[in-house]
C-alpha cells in the first residue's frame, strides 16, 4: 500500500505545481499588458471571466479528488458500496467541466450609447 500513498502524494503535488505555473503565467501576461499600458479586462470588472475559470478549476479538483478517492477505495477495500463515495465526488466534477464548456462563460455586452432624442418646444394651445 505505500506505492498508493506515494501515487497520491505526487498526484497532489502535481496539481499545486500546476496551479502556481497557471497563476504565474497569468502574472506575467498582466504585467505585459500593464507595460503596455493596456488594462487586463479582469482589472476592469473582476467578476467577469472568474466565474467560468472558477468554474472550471472546481470541476477538476473535484474530479480529480473522485477519480483518487475511487482508486484508493477500490485497492484499499475492494468493490463495493463504499466505491460511491468516490463516484459522487467524480461525477459532480464532471458535472462542473460540462457545466464550462456548454455554458459558454461571461461576455461582457457594452451598452449602447444613449441617443440623443430632439427635444421639441411644448406647444401651447391657445
Known sequence: ???????????????LILSFAMRYFIHLE???????GI???A???PILRRGSFGLLLAGLITTLSGIGL???LYYGLGIGFWLIG???????????ILGYMLGGGQVAKEEPAPEEKEVTPPVHAK
Open 1 to 15: 500500500m505505500d506505492w498508493l500513498m506515494i501515487m497520491m502524494t505526487a498526484m497532489v503535488l502535481v496539481m
Open 39 to 41: 488594462i487586463p479586462p
Open 86 to 96: 468516490g463516484f459522487v465526488p467524480t461525477g459532480v466534477g464532471i458535472a462542473l
Open 70 to 72: 475511487s482508486a484508493g
Open 43 to 45: 482589472l476592469v470588472n
Open 30 to 36: 498582466r504585467m505585459a499588458l500593464i507595460k503596455q
